[in-house]
């Protein structure tokens, strides 16, 4: 079992930034990709951004391309998620999620651990 732990949600002004945190602990091991999702109220839950166990490779959404940057750091084994340049549609829950995966996954589907979230809010 792999547990995860977001931080670092808040409310912010639109054209701000945040940066999310997202710890794991347990059955730890650098070699799980990592990915980050949002829930907007009343949306399904979206894919946001993924990063390669190793960190070699990454994927965003269309959605958050040249705003949103994903990173890990393994001796911490924390997956990081800036965010600049938000907008209010970027209110969301947001979500880490965990996979063993011989490829980089964004379908929700492949992810097997998820964090229980944080709340993004970005005012007008």
């Known amino acids: 079992q792999v547990q995860l732990v977001e931080s670092g949600g808040g409310l912010v002004q639109a054209g701000g930034s945040l940066r999310l945190s997202c710890a794991a602990s347990g059955r730890t091991s650098s070699r799980y990709d990592m990915g980050w999702f949002r829930q907007a109220p009343g949306k399904e839950r979206e894919f946001v951004a993924a990063?390669?166990?190793?960190?070699?490779?990454?994927a965003y959404a269309d959605s958050v391309k040249g705003r949103f940057t994903i990173s890990k750091d393994n001796a911490k084994n924390t997956v990081y998620l800036q965010m600049n340049s938000l907008e209010p549609e970027d209110t969301a829950v947001y979500y880490c999620?965990?996979?063993?995966?011989?490829?980089?996954?964004?379908?929700?589907?492949?992810?097997?651990?998820w964090g229980q979230g944080t709340q993004v809010t970005v005012s007008s």
């Open positions: 999620a965990a996979v063993s995966s011989v490829s980089l996954r964004i379908n929700i589907r492949n992810y097997e651990y």
């Open positions: 990063i390669r166990w190793s960190g070699v490779s990454t």
